[in-house]
């Protein structure tokens, strides 16, 4: 099981409290974490990445391990931690402001 922290708006949106829970067949990348979690939860769709060409969304943020994995490929496999669950896949809303 995957592990995925969302940010307090979504949390709202998909009706749920603290960490959700998805199951990934097959690598653990960004696109199958994200897949399995508007599988899940079809309300998110189109909330972490553009419903058409699938890309993240630009005040939106992923990290994994302490490092921030937004700009890698969609299909680079995440780190083994987040595959085996001992640590979580974060999903963030970017910090705007002037």
């Not at 690598?27 to 553009?50: F, H, K």
């Not at 921030?68 to 496999?77: A, F, I, K, N, R």
């Not at 995440?78 to 970017?94: K, N, R, V, Y």
Request: charged share 25%; net charge negative; hydrophobic share 40%.
């Amino acid at each position: 099981m995957i592990r995925v922290v969302l940010p307090p708006h979504l949390r709202t949106l998909a009706r749920v409290d603290g960490e959700v829970r998805v199951e990934v067949d097959g690598a653990v990348t960004q696109r199958s974490v994200l897949d399995a979690l508007e599988v899940r939860y079809p309300m998110l769709r189109g909330t972490i990445r553009d419903h058409v060409t699938q890309l993240r969304r630009p005040m939106v943020r992923f990290f994994a391990c302490g490092e921030d994995l937004s700009h890698e490929s969609p299909d680079t496999p995440l780190p083994d931690a987040i595959a085996t669950g001992s640590e979580p896949f974060l999903i963030i809303g970017a910090i705007a402001g002037g």
